[in-house]
């Protein structure tokens, strides 16, 4: 489903030297597959997950999503994948603060309908399935750290992406809901849905069905 080839990433400091973001980076990504990558802070989680996000330009390399870069695409066929293909939950969620937890959830619904109650009522369906039935019609600013992470979640798949990417999802979470989070994943993943997953923490990285190390930009465990 996806391939990076050779991908590489550099960035240029506030001093304006050259900082490795990623180097040599080669993965393979199947359907069905639940990977998560672990690192410590620093080690190029995030700008690994913007990449095959279609959210940031690598400096080298391709990134291929069924046989095509993505990269070598225009803007908006890059735009159509991230609304239609790719979930993307952000680890500082990007959810709207005065909007409702069911309108944040309807917005990327209502880019892809044009009836308007459908894309509502897909989201109320979401979030009643997450148990958040009770929290509709709360702002984003009213809802604890636990029920924002599951809003985030809702939003990146109602459009019912082959692909999910969620970055550092439990890293505001206690160990209980850490683990209803990750449950969520292993059971989105059992119903077909592709995800990776990056975190510094092992014990959520053993959630997934692959494990994968970064340090310093690099893979460290081959592929
Ligand atoms: N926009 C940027 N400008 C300059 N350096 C960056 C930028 N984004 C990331 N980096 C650097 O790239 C490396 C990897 O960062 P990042 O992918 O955010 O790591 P992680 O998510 O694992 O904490 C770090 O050294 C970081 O400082
Ligand atoms: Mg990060």
Redo the contacts with the bound molecule.
């Keep these: 489903m996806l391939e990076l080839k050779e991908v590489a ?1 550099e ?4 001093k304006k030297e050259d ?4 180097a040599d980076i080669n993965l393979k990504v199947e359907e069905g597959d639940f990977i998560s990558i672990v ?12 990449i095959i996000g279609a959210l940031m330009n690598p400096t080298e390399g391709q990134v291929l999503m069924r046989d095509e870069d993505m990269y070598d695409s225009t803007p908006s066929y890059r735009s159509k994948l991230r609304l239609r293909e790719i979930g993307f939950v952000f ?1 500082t969620f990007n959810l709207i603060p005065y909007l409702s937890a069911l309108d944040n959830v309807a917005v990327p619904a209502m880019l892809t309908t044009t009836f308007r109650n459908e894309a509502v009522q897909r989201a109320e369906d979401l979030l009643n399935r997450f148990g958040l039935g009770a929290r509709l019609n709360h702002k984003f600013a009213e809802l604890s750290v636990g029920e924002r992470q599951r809003v985030a979640l809702c939003r990146s798949v109602i459009n019912n992406p082959g692909l999910i990417l969620a ?2 999802p439990t890293g505001n979470l206690d160990p209980k809901m850490t683990h209803e989070v990750m449950a969520l994943f292993q059971e989105l993943n059992s119903n077909g849905h592709t995800i990776i997953v ?1 975190t ?1 923490e092992e014990d959520v990285a053993a959630y997934a069905k692959k494990v994968l190390h ?1 340090q310093d ?1 690099k893979f460290t465990n081959g592929k």
């Design positions: 990433k960035f240029t400091n506030n900082v490795v973001g990623l690192g410590p802070s620093g080690s190029g989680k995030s700008t690994l997950l913007f680890q970055d550092e990056v510094h970064l930009g």
